[in-house]
């Protein structure tokens, strides 16, 4: 099988071209803005230094958030126009999932942590179990328990004693934190956690698509696959959209609740694509 992943959740950017068991390929980078330049180039570049063709795909891989409103639908878009046109299956994973599952081998509780803006952290928890495979090899498969969550880190710390006391296996290691933090975020957990819980460092928290392959063939072979039509980003707040303060004055004074209704309108639309 031969599987294209892609993922623009954030300012850093991978691409990656995968077999079952091999490595073809791989882009991770600072992508800043520039995502849809970038990424096509990427992916060009990836297929030319293989000598394969988007035909010879199997599969597309995509992260769908939470994570940069714009950056998000990058990725996203690229892929659904990538899996429609080949006509080949689409799978939609969570980029929380994916920075999970680089820490796949701890053996305590897994937070995946992204900053969402507003001093609040987008964040879900995580277990990892250790499998063996028909081939003698060791197979990882993690389970995210509760759900996904937006708050300061305050509140994360809080609802984490709720996951942690109904752990579905008792807790032996600490927390495990792991993913894109501010240095004021990774204090406040560090502070609040008290020794009970540990911080990965920014380097080894740096997303990999070779990950989200790996999770994507799982869910393949699982028979998960998604919709190219009905795929949206995992979006855990409304996009900042406001009104224009320019065009008001030129509207007029009763044209307020107009300008109101057109943007709610806009913020529903956001939040369905």
């Not at 599969?59 to 899996?83: D, E, I, M, Q, Y």
């Not at 990950?211 to 190219?228: E, F, I, K, S, Y």
């Not at 044209?255 to 109101?260: G, K, L, R, T």
Request: charged share 20%; net charge negative; with cysteine.
């Amino acid at each position: 099988m031969l599987l294209l992943a892609l993922d623009t959740s954030t300012r850093f950017a991978s691409v990656a071209l995968c077999s079952e068991n091999e490595l073809l390929g791989e882009y991770t980078w600072y992508a800043e803005n520039n995502h849809s330049v970038d990424l096509l180039e990427r992916i060009q570049a990836m297929t030319v230094e293989r000598q394969l063709s988007l035909q010879q795909l199997d599969a597309v891989a995509v992260a769908t958030g939470p994570g940069s409103f714009n950056g998000v639908r990058v990725a996203l878009a690229a892929a659904k126009a990538l899996a429609f046109s080949l006509q080949k299956p689409l799978v939609g994973v969570g980029t929380l999932d994916v920075i999970a599952a680089q820490q796949q081998q701890w053996r305590g509780p897994i937070c995946a942590v992204l900053e969402a803006g507003r001093t609040e952290l987008y964040a879900a928890c995580y277990l990892s179990r250790e499998q063996g495979s028909a081939e003698a090899e060791v197979v990882y498969r993690q389970q995210r328990v509760g759900e996904y969550f937006l708050g300061t880190p305050e509140h994360l710390l809080e609802h984490l004693k709720t996951q942690l006391a109904d752990w579905p296996v008792p807790v032996s290691e600490p927390v495990l934190f792991c993913g894109e933090m501010k240095p004021v975020s990774r204090q406040a957990l560090q502070q609040g956690m008290a020794g009970q819980g540990w911080i990965r460092d920014g380097l080894l928290s740096t997303r990999h698509a070779s990950v989200l392959a790996q999770l994507a063939m799982q869910r393949l072979q699982d028979g998960h696959t998604d919709d190219p039509l009905l795929l949206e980003p995992l979006y855990l707040r409304r996009p900042s959209i406001t009104k224009s303060t320019r065009k008001q004055p030129l509207l007029g004074a009763g044209s307020q609740q107009a300008i109101d209704h057109d943007t709610k309108e806009r913020e529903q639309g956001a939040l369905r694509h």
